[in-house]
């Protein structure tokens, strides 16, 4: 019987998916900017998170792709402190500045310019900036538990077909 409910799933997901993306225009296979030439646009923190100062943000995107299940931005952000959720998982990379980041679990970086961070789905964490930061973002939408499992499932057996590891490709 679970075994059904798979399938059904696995098809609905295959069709929602056909049907969403056919009618649009192929994405760009290659797009490249300068972090400082995005058109930044006010993207204010929820006042109810803000427990210091008054951090004004703003952030530009750069790229997502058809799937529309990830986001390239930049996001910049003046003094202040304040709890952040992250509702996808975000890698991170800070360009300028500097922020003070601790995590649920009570464990505290100081991110400057060149470090680079992950952020799990789901989580909080406090940013305390005590000047000015900015950091390029790659947020990734978590696939649904049925989906991770088929993606990983089929990767693995790619994998010992070949004889090779799956991967991002590095």
């Not at 998170?49 to 008054?54: E, H, K, L, S, T």
């Not at 964490?125 to 989906?147: G, N, S």
Request: with cysteine.
């Amino acid at each position: 019987m679970s075994w059904h409910i798979f399938t059904a799933t696995a098809a609905l997901a295959a069709g929602m998916y056909r049907g969403q993306f056919l009618d649009r225009a192929e994405p760009d296979v290659f797009v490249a900017a300068s972090s400082n030439a995005l058109p930044m646009e006010p993207r204010p923190i929820n006042p109810d998170w803000v427990m210091a100062g008054n951090p004004v943000a703003r952030a530009a995107l750069h790229s997502r792709p058809a799937d529309t299940y990830a986001t390239m931005a930049v996001w910049d952000c003046t003094a202040g402190q304040f709890r952040w959720f992250f509702g996808w998982d975000e890698m991170v990379v800070i360009l300028e500045g500097e922020v003070h980041v601790t995590a649920e679990d009570g464990s505290a970086r100081l991110l400057t310019s060149g470090d680079m961070a992950y952020f799990k789905a789901g989580t909080w964490a406090t940013w305390r900036i005590d000047r000015y930061v900015k950091k390029a973002a790659v947020m990734r939408k978590p696939f649904p538990l049925p989906v991770s499992l088929l993606y990983r499932t089929l990767g693995w057996l790619r994998s010992a077909i070949k004889g090779t590891q799956s991967g991002g490709g590095l």
